[in-house]
T-cell receptor
Framework: AQKVTQAQTEISVVEKEDVTLDCVYETRDTTYYLFWYKQPPSGELVFLIRRNSFDEQNEISGRYSWNFQKSTSSFNFTITASQVVDSAVYFCALSEAGRDDKIIFGKGTRLHILP | DSGVTQTPKHLITATGQRVTLRCSPRSGDLSVYWYQQSLDQGLQFLIQYYNGEERAKGNILERFSAQQFPDLHSELNLSSLELGDSALYFC?????????????FGDGTRLSIL
């Protein structure tokens, strides 16, 4: 069965600090996809990144970076030089390739960036 | 703006009633997904449609049903409503039907059951 765990329920950091959001997943498939979504206070869900299980290269997009480690089943998300606008709930998600196309979300991590 | 439109934004109704939530996907997207977000359950996948046909089913109750119409808009029907059905219901769309595609979410419909 697939499962996504975001152990950090809530994190608060001061603006300009770096922060890492953890995501640990469980799957029995060898082919799967991992995602991060952002839910700002306005409520909508915004797609941030998709990574497939065969691509362990880390990715950087501006102040955002993602560290995918199959050995520890983790897909962590780091925000560098955080800004108040980064305050949101961040969801990690997993989908397994195959007939049963479902996507499973973690419970989310609420990130507060303090000015 | 994700391009996914959900109506209504807010819905208040009573237990035992039935409601219909509507979703228009992004232009060109063939697949529609429905999710329920509640405080205790988090974000739960309910059901997916691709080009008018049911593609995948998640934790959708028997009291709930959905469909996707020929113009690709989708409706989620919730009946015999209970207090626990109060939640934010999201619709998302993607170009194709595979769950590895990035999904673009609407703003959600907040359902409150009194």
């Amino acid at each position: 069965a697939q499962k996504v765990t975001q152990a950090q329920t809530e994190i608060s950091v001061v603006e300009k600090e770096d922060v890492t959001l953890d995501c640990v997943y469980e799957t029995r498939d060898t082919t799967y996809y991992l995602f991060w979504y952002k839910q700002p206070p306005s409520g909508e869900l915004v797609f941030l990144i998709r990574r497939n299980s065969f691509d362990e290269q880390n990715e950087i997009s501006g102040r955002y970076s993602w560290n995918f480690q199959k050995s520890t089943s983790s897909f962590n998300f780091t925000i560098t030089a955080s800004q108040v606008v980064d305050s949101a709930v961040y969801f990690c998600a997993l989908s397994e390739a195959g007939r049963d196309d479902k996507i499973i979300f973690g419970k989310g991590t609420r990130l507060h960036i303090l000015p | 703006d994700s391009g996914v439109t959900q109506t209504p934004k807010h819905l208040i109704t009573a237990t035992g009633q039935r409601v219909t939530l509507r979703c228009s996907p992004r232009s060109g997207d063939l697949s529609v997904y429905w999710y329920q977000q509640s405080l205790d359950q988090g974000l739960q996948f309910l059901i997916q449609y691709y080009n008018g046909e049911e593609r995948a089913k998640g934790n959708i109750l028997e009291r709930f049903s959905a469909q996707q119409f020929p113009d690709l808009h989708s409706e989620l029907n919730l009946s015999s409503l209970e207090l626990g059905d109060s939640a934010l219901y999201f619709c998302a769309s993607s170009v194709e039907g595979d769950s590895n595609q990035p999904q673009h979410f609407g703003d959600g419909t907040r359902l409150s059951i009194l």
